[in-house]
């Protein structure tokens, strides 16, 4: 059973690059390491009740460089590692299809987030979207949410921060911690 968090309130988090490292097409388990903070950051964003959701773009299936079995394994090892720093997600979404294709669930588009709204029963003006790429504030923006563009050397393959377009972020991050204090001072106003 998946559970929603107080209000309807969501952090919609991307994966790679975001809560792991992003090596390139991640298809190995072994290799799945979560970053720095990510643990913490969430676990305190459940307990202020948020629900957490993954909305990520694994377009390396749709490009036939792994199989679905091989990226559903990299998702339960992202959520074992997740579950042991206390973290439960509440979803887990992905588009598994190529860039070229016209799939309305593939970001920029905010199919992911709205597919999670409509199964998780989400409101999205009350939620958060963070990611590592233009391509996720995009989708943030589209579906509402507010968008926390989460930078930093150990990330990997993220847009440049200085290449997103100030009119698509909410706040800028380093870490999780500076993340997690601005959805701190933006989503609890009661």
């Not at 459940?46 to 559903?72: C, D, K, P, T, W």
């Amino acid at each position: 059973m998946r559970r929603r968090g107080a209000h309807g309130r969501a952090v919609f988090l991307d994966r790679d690059g975001t809560i792991i490292e992003d090596t390139g097409y991640i298809n190995d388990p072994a290799s799945v390491r979560l970053l720095e903070g990510v643990g913490a950051a969430l676990s305190e964003l459940e307990q202020l009740g948020y629900a957490l959701v993954i909305v990520s773009n694994q377009s390396g299936v749709g490009r036939g460089m792994f199989s679905e079995s091989e990226a559903e394994a990299v998702d339960r090892r992202t959520q074992a590692l997740l579950a042991g720093e206390g973290v439960r997600l509440a979803g887990a979404y992905y588009c598994y299809d190529p860039p070229w294709s016209a799939s309305r669930f593939r970001k920029p588009g905010p199919g992911l987030l709205m597919k999670a709204r409509d199964e998780l029963g989400l409101d999205l003006e009350a939620s958060f979207l963070i990611g590592d790429k233009e391509s996720d504030m995009i989708a943030g923006r589209s579906a509402g949410c507010k968008t926390i563009l989460i930078a930093g050397e150990e990330r990997g393959r993220g847009s440049p921060p200085q290449q997103v377009p100030e009119e698509i972020v909410d706040f800028r991050a380093t870490s999780w911690a500076e993340a997690l204090g601005y959805i701190r001072r933006q989503g609890n106003p009661e």
